[in-house]
């Protein structure tokens, strides 16, 4: 090949290499994948807002902040922003929150058992729900020991179960189920269930077979795969990313696993923040979402971190946060079911401070109907009263101010029945506790009765049915099971008194209980009027401040103000002579020289009013001053010395102290007030004599 004819190929090569390089360059680049969906935040601090209910037990439907549940316990949401609640309770009943703020009822009417069209259909104590592919809603029918579901249609249907309770596999209409509490369905349709109190994880294929996936003859916390595996009340279920079952597992106080391949393993053991796990949810990088019996939601990552969302201070605490479900923003709904409500939990923006949370039932929600009956017979009659709502209690090692006493006391002998006060129905799946115990109790509804053989009398032999007792290897009762859903009527036995030899009774969710003598007890009185026995002051280090020879207490106008101390007590009527109880409210008035009160000090200032029990551990302290309690080893008087300067009351606890730094220098008195619940005014010493430093 000639030179000029290798330059002219060389220049056409680079001539159309130049061309495709500038098509290439002219092509509009590919599209961007979409974004894939952003990762769950870890510790971020909600914004606690209410969506649904005003905090009073009931039916009403509307708008949703007059809206009110008997027992809102599951949850579930749609596409469209619908959220589904399970209101057990009185009402039975699917109730619908619908994005515009109105809440309906889906399906049911009064408590039994009926299939058919929604609005005509009955349950009984449903419990959670989970919603299909197509739409439908799957019922975990706890009282009913079924599987319902709820047509797109609105037809209500039992998709397993023959209403009998037990433990039987195989074809739906034949199978049995004891309390199932938890449900949950894949895309394929399967309907997992957590069957309660047989201790296992069911499954409902689309056939309608039903079969056993975990769990066996017992309760236990056993790994492995099948029969040999061990869970111990199983209530709620949650499917991950990967079609792992995340169950909580109540009783182990753990979160545990099924994987695709059937084999149970351990996702979050005991020892962490959670306190008997009682809701889950899981979003779609794998973070989980739980409840707990103490009112904590708690986040744990991927990689197993725990962090409380709520119910750790300075986050407050619910009073039985039952179901959570995600909203569409990285949120939760939740329901809290003691509560009456349907709360919504949302990030605060970074360095944003969340405004106060409405949490709990409603303060003023009306108590119980017990008619004025006592828990023991004859219970239209008098018994004698040992311990009132607040009082200062120790630890029996050597802590005198270790908690307060939660509830209302009543003497009884050893072995005496306790009974019912009011109709009741088992609300929670953590109903009995502490076995054996001198704290043993049975929480019946809004009621809890304490120090008692639990559904036994004093040969710990069963009442009934009702009671299940589950016993040790070694023979030995480890526990009795009251199932959720179960009734008892006013004046049924309950149990019998223990070894402490009274009743105690807390009205109200914990962390939310009333004083129990509003309920009104036949033949109660109390004309007695309170004994103010001191008031003192206390310095900066909470040492009292001496009395000087001139009979007056000397006090510096400035720094950092003292703490006023009312030392009192109370009885009632008939009560014996030592027996001390503590006080309804109790406060303080500053007045001057002449006995006459300062502007804003005409009245008493009642910072301390026992009317419900303040959620922090540390109200205890913040309510008595040293030296309360009982102080000295096998003394029998508990002495209760009040710090009136601090607040607790009406569930909230603060420190404070009085300063007196705008007022002159010279001569005041500090009088000490106190009332009991009837409203008798306290007599005694209640004058302190001070001078004010210049």
């Given at each position: 090949m000639t030179r000029g004819r290798w330059t002219m190929v060389v220049l056409i090569a680079a001539l159309m290499a130049a061309a495709l390089a500038w098509t290439f360059l002219r092509e509009p680049a590919p599209p961007a994948p979409p974004p894939g969906p952003v990762a769950t935040a870890l510790g971020w601090t909600p914004q606690i807002s209410v969506l649904a209910g005003d905090g009073v037990?009931?039916?009403?439907?509307?708008?949703?902040?007059?809206?009110?549940?008997?027992?809102?316990?599951?949850?579930?949401?749609?596409?469209?922003?619908?959220?589904?609640i399970a209101d057990a309770g009185d009402n039975n009943r699917i109730r619908r929150l619908h994005p515009d703020g109105r809440v309906d009822t889906l399906a049911g009417?009064?408590?039994?058992?009926?299939?058919?069209?929604?609005?005509?259909?009955?349950?009984?104590?449903?419990?959670?729900?989970?919603?299909?592919?197509?739409?439908?809603?799957?019922?975990?029918?706890?009282?009913?020991?079924?599987?319902?579901?709820?047509?797109?249609?609105?037809?209500?249907?039992?998709?397993a179960g023959d209403g009998q309770r037990g433990f039987v596999d195989g074809p739906a209409a034949q199978a049995r189920f004891d309390g199932p509490m938890g449900v949950a369905v894949d895309a394929g349709g399967r309907v997992y269930v957590a069957d309660t109190y047989n201790d296992r994880i069911r499954v409902i294929e689309p056939d309608g077979r039903v079969h056993t996936v975990?769990?066996?003859?017992?309760?236990?916390?056993?790994?492995?795969?099948?029969?040999?595996?061990r869970l111990d009340t199983p209530v709620a279920l949650a499917l991950d990313p990967q079609g792992n079952?995340?169950?909580?597992?109540?009783?182990?106080?753990?979160?545990?696993?099924?994987?695709?391949?059937g084999t149970l393993s351990t996702r979050v053991a005991d020892g962490g923040l959670l306190s008997g796990p009682l809701s889950l949810a899981v979003t779609h990088d794998g973070v989980i979402y739980a409840s707990d019996i103490n009112g904590k939601v708690v986040q744990i990552s991927a990689q197993g971190h725990q962090l409380a969302l709520a119910g750790v201070p300075p986050q407050p605490r619910f009073a039985r946060p039952t179901a959570l479900a995600l909203d569409a923003?990285?949120?939760?709904?939740?329901?809290?079911?003691?509560?009456?409500?349907?709360?919504?939990?949302?990030?605060?923006?970074?360095?944003?401070t969340a405004p106060p949370a409405l949490i709990g039932p409603a303060p003023d929600a009306p108590l119980p109907n017990t008619a004025g009956r006592w828990p023991l017979a004859p219970q239209d009659g008098w018994h004698e009263v040992v311990g009132t709502l607040g009082e200062v209690r120790g630890d029996f090692k050597g802590e005198s101010r270790h908690h307060?006493?939660?509830?209302?006391?009543?003497?009884?002998?050893?072995?005496?029945?306790?009974?019912?006060?009011a109709d009741g129905k088992v609300d929670t799946p953590f109903a009995a506790w502490s076995v054996g115990g001198q704290a043993e109790g049975l929480s019946l509804g809004r009621l809890k009765y304490i120090h008692m053989k639990v559904g036994r009398d004093p040969r710990d032999q069963p009442f009934d049915a009702r009671w299940q007792q589950l016993f040790g290897e070694d023979g030995?009762?480890?526990?009795?099971?009251?199932?959720?859903?179960?009734?008892?009527?006013?004046?049924?036995?309950?149990?019998?008194?223990?070894?402490?030899?009274?009743?105690?009774?807390?009205?109200?969710?914990?962390?939310?209980?009333?004083?129990?003598?509003?309920?009104?007890?036949?033949?109660y009185a109390d004309t007695f009027a309170p004994r103010i026995t001191d008031v003192a002051v206390l310095d900066d280090l909470d040492q009292p401040i001496k009395t000087g020879a001139d009979g007056r207490v000397a006090i510096p106008r400035q720094g950092p103000g003292v703490q006023i101390v009312v030392e009192a007590w109370d009885q009632v009527d008939r009560n014996l002579p030592r027996r001390r109880l503590g006080l309804y409210q109790v406060g303080y008035q500053v007045l001057d020289a002449q006995g006459q009160p300062l502007a804003g000090y005409e009245q008493p200032r009642f910072n301390i009013v026992f009317n419900r029990m303040p959620r922090e551990d540390s109200a205890t302290r913040v309510a008595y001053a040293p030296d309360s309690g009982i102080t000295v080893h096998g003394s029998a008087v508990t002495r209760f010395r009040y710090l009136v300067?601090?607040?607790?009351?009406?569930?909230?606890?603060?420190?404070?102290r009085w300063q007196p730094d705008a007022l002159p220098a010279g001569d005041y008195i500090l009088r000490g007030s106190a009332r009991d619940y009837s409203g008798n005014e306290a007599i005694g010493p209640r004058d302190l004599k001070v001078t004010l430093l210049p």
């Open positions: 037990g009931g039916s009403t439907e509307g708008p949703a902040a007059q809206a009110r549940f008997a027992d809102p316990y599951g949850l579930a949401v749609d596409a469209h922003g619908v959220v589904y009417q009064g408590e039994g058992w009926r299939d058919g069209a929604a609005l005509q259909a009955q349950f009984n104590t449903p419990s959670a729900i989970a919603l299909d592919a197509a739409g439908n809603v799957l019922v975990a029918d706890t009282g009913n020991h079924v599987i319902r579901r709820i047509a797109v249609d609105g037809t209500v249907s039992t998709l975990a769990g066996g003859e017992r309760p236990g916390l056993v790994e492995g795969i099948g029969a040999a595996t079952l995340l169950i909580a597992d109540l009783f182990n106080n753990a979160i545990r696993q099924l994987a695709p391949d923003d990285g949120g939760l709904y939740l329901a809290d079911a003691a509560s009456y409500r349907v709360h919504r939990l949302h990030a605060l923006a970074a360095g944003a307060l006493h939660g509830g209302f006391d009543i003497r009884g002998d050893v072995g005496q029945p306790v009974l019912a006060i030995k009762l480890e526990r009795v099971r009251v199932r959720r859903g179960t009734r008892f009527a006013a004046g049924e036995a309950l149990g019998s008194i223990n070894r402490m030899a009274h009743v105690h009774l807390s009205v109200g969710a914990s962390g939310f209980e009333r004083n129990a003598v509003a309920l009104g007890f036949t033949g300067t601090n607040t607790v009351r009406d569930g909230l606890v603060e420190t404070g």
